[in-house]
């Protein structure tokens, strides 16, 4: 029962992750990469559900929500898989990058948006998309070898 929970957590996390990816992409192909200038809300208006900073907006809401369901993983993997050490090592990792990209979104904005500090930003979404791609890809690994 447990495994087949974590592949379907696992599945979630990574369709998480890809639709945060997405978001952020459209974010720089719209030209909304420097809308909002605050974190974590977005200047003067708490919540704008339109234009550019709307755009910018949604990908931290939705970052935000998978960000939830990665610690949830988390949480399901201490409290139910105790022995399962490959599932403790990439969710904590998950986790720690996760929220390290957090902080180098935050960096992006305060340093002004320069070249640098957006490229660290996408660097640290790609290893978080690599560990994402390793949990599933784990989760699934056992269920495949039996067919």
């Known amino acids: 029962v447990y495994k087949r929970q974590i592949r379907w957590f696992s599945g979630a996390v990574l369709v998480g992750t890809a639709i945060v990816i997405l978001s952020g992409a459209y974010v720089r192909s719209s030209g909304a990469t420097g809308a909002c200038y ?24 939705v970052t935000l929500f998978a960000f939830i369901l990665v610690a949830a993983t988390l949480v399901y993997v201490r409290r139910r898989m105790v022995k399962t050490i490959w599932a403790k090592k990439l969710t904590h990792s998950l986790v720690m990058l996760f929220a390290v990209q957090a902080i180098a979104g935050l960096i992006v904005i305060h340093s002004g948006f320069t070249p640098l500090t957006r490229g660290i930003h996408i660097a640290m979404a790609s290893l978080v998309w690599i560990i994402a791609v390793a949990l599933t890809t784990r989760a699934w690994q056992t269920r495949l070898k039996k067919h």
């Open 38 to 61: 605050s974190w974590p809300l977005c200047g003067p208006q708490a919540l704008p559900f339109d234009g550019r900073q709307g755009i910018h907006m949604a990908h931290r809401v």
